[in-house]
């Protein structure tokens, strides 16, 4: 799982154990510490 999925697990178990409806996209976008090497706006910020 990336970083992004992980840090919204406790979330992700509500919705599941209380059976609510709801859409989750993962997307992954280069950056800082994910291998990627060329310049992206958060190295900007």
Sequence with gaps: ???G???KQE???YI???R???V???IM???PGLGNIAPEQ???N
């Design 24 to 26: 989750i996209i993962d």
């Design 11 to 13: 979330g992700v178990s």
């Design 16 to 18: 599941a154990g209380a």
């Design 5 to 7: 999925i992980s840090l």
């Design 29 to 31: 976008r280069g950056g």
């Design 20 to 22: 609510l409806p709801c």
């Design 1 to 3: 799982s990336s970083p």
């Design 42 to 44: 958060s190295d900007y």
